[in-house]
Nanobody
Framework: QVQLVESGGGLVQAGGSLRLSCAAS????????MGWFRQAPGKEREFVAR????????YYGDSVKGRFTISRDNAKNTVYLQMNSLKLEDTAVYYC???????????????WGQGTQVTVSS
């Protein structure tokens, strides 16, 4: 079992920055790949970024490439999502997820956090 707890969401003006955190716990969470997803009202859950615990390999969705950075701190069992140059369309609930496959499909991730709201205002 893997437990994930997100934090760091909030209200920010367009062009600003925010950093999300995802604290992971459980016996074998280091065997999983970690991903960030987001879901805006009335829209499907969208892949944002993913990272591997061991090598730190990363992959980003096209809509955030160049603006968002995913990273991890193995000592703190925490994954981060640094979000810069935020846009109105980045407004969504952001979820942390853990999965055993290097994929972007939300359905293939096994564990999810409760989500944290990010609201970008004009």
């Amino acid at each position: 079992q893997v437990q994930l707890v997100e934090s760091g969401g909030g209200l920010v003006q367009a062009g600003g920055s925010l950093r999300l955190s995802c604290a992971a716990s459980g016996r074998t969470f280091s065997n999983y790949y970690m991903g960030w997803f987001r879901q805006a009202p009335g829209k499907e859950r969208e892949f944002v970024a993913r990272i591997s615990w061991s090598f730190g390999s990363t992959y980003y969705g096209d809509s955030v490439k160049g603006r968002f950075t995913i990273s991890r701190d193995n000592a703190k069992n925490t994954v981060y999502l640094q979000m810069n140059s935020l846009k109105l369309e980045d407004t969504a609930v952001y979820y942390c997820a853990a999965g055993r496959r290097w994929v972007t499909a939300a359905a293939l991730y096994d564990y999810w956090g409760q989500g944290t709201q990010v609201t970008v205002s004009s």
